[in-house]
């Protein structure tokens, strides 16, 4: 699959921003939604917890979360899939054990105008790195692993490409500072665009055409918001 309004979503697209939008009470009341909320999905494999925000459980940070975002972002809609009753998630909630690989959050519709993700941190110690590489497919993991690569994904999960790599052999430095998780091999060819540092209190505004991952800098577990949104 390739998008199909490739000039929009191009045009929509933007350097990486920080933001600060929420009042030290509003995290508080988010981190307080993620308590309440139901499990979604333990991956063993990955070590990771999802829930998504689902909607009605404190309705008033709903509201706020919805036009706080749009203060920044302008028009947008939610791409954060379904709740069963067929409602907008919020965003998904991801507290994680181990750094999530190389992957992209670019959608599953060709026919979507993908926009920005906004990744709220709910705890302080990490980092998200960007790469400059972008990808206008699926939602796709990268991997050189030949087995991952047979992979067969569902309508709703990532495929699994190499087409990441380039030639240049990746920054030693930098690997060993931020990125000693993941096999040096399978940065061939890639570049830093931005490395987000995780502070609570902050947001970040970054284009879903951006091929990311988390760093190793990791204590015990990392736990963040993410909201996906389109035109
Ligand atoms: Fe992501």
Same mark, same amino acid.
């Given at each position: 699959?390739? !998008?199909?309004?490739?000039?929009?979503?191009?045009?929509?697209?933007?350097?990486?921003?920080?933001? /600060?939008?929420? $009042?030290?009470?509003? =995290?508080?009341?988010?981190?307080?939604?993620?308590?309440?909320?139901?499990?979604?999905?333990? +991956?063993? *494999?990955? +070590?990771?917890?999802? *829930?998504?925000?689902?909607?009605?459980? /404190?309705?008033?940070?709903?509201?706020?979360?919805?036009?706080?975002?749009?203060?920044?972002?302008?028009?947008?809609?939610?791409? /954060?899939?379904?709740?069963?009753? &067929?409602?907008?998630?919020?965003?998904?909630?991801?507290?994680?054990?181990?750094?999530?690989?190389?992957?992209?959050?670019?959608?599953?519709?060709?026919?979507?105008? =993908?926009?920005?993700?906004?990744?709220?941190?709910?705890?302080?110690?990490?980092?998200?790195?960007?790469?400059? *590489?972008?990808?206008?497919?699926?939602?796709?993991?990268?991997?050189?692993?030949s087995e991952?690569?047979?992979?067969?994904?569902?309508?709703?999960?990532?495929?699994?490409?190499?087409?990441?790599? &380039?030639?240049?052999?990746?920054?030693?430095?930098?690997?060993?500072?931020?990125?000693? !998780?993941?096999?040096? +091999? /399978?940065?061939?060819?890639?570049?830093?665009?931005?490395?987000?540092?995780?502070?609570?209190?902050?947001?970040?505004?970054?284009?879903?055409? !951006?091929?990311?991952?988390?760093? $190793?800098?990791?204590?015990?577990? *990392?736990?963040?918001l993410t909201?996906?949104?389109?035109?």
């Open positions: 699959m390739e !998008h199909k309004y490739l000039d929009r979503i191009k045009s929509l697209e933007g350097p990486p921003k920080k933001i /600060n939008i929420f $009042s030290e009470q509003e =995290i508080k009341m988010i981190i307080e939604l993620y308590d309440l909320l139901p499990e979604r999905t333990y +991956n063993k *494999k990955q +070590n990771v917890r999802k *829930k998504a925000w689902e909607q009605n459980y /404190n309705k008033e940070l709903d509201k706020i979360y919805v036009s706080k975002l749009k203060e920044v972002l302008g028009d947008y809609k939610m791409d /954060n899939l379904k709740s069963k009753s &067929g409602e907008d998630l919020y965003g998904l909630f991801h507290e994680s054990f181990e750094p999530l690989p190389i992957h992209v959050d670019s959608g599953f519709a060709p026919d979507e105008i =993908i926009y920005k993700q906004v990744i709220t941190p709910l705890s302080s110690v990490g980092d998200t790195i960007f790469f400059k *590489k972008r990808w206008y497919g699926r939602s796709t993991s990268f991997t050189i692993d991952e690569l047979k992979f067969k994904p569902k309508a709703d999960q990532n495929d699994r490409s190499n087409k990441h790599l &380039g030639d240049k052999e990746f920054d030693k430095e930098i690997h060993k500072k931020y990125l000693s !998780h993941i096999d040096i +091999n /399978n940065l061939r060819g890639m570049e830093i665009e931005f490395i987000y540092e995780w502070k609570v209190g902050e947001s970040l505004i970054v284009d879903r055409t !951006h091929i990311h991952c988390a760093s $190793s800098r990791i204590d015990h577990k *990392k736990l963040g909201t996906f949104t389109k035109k």
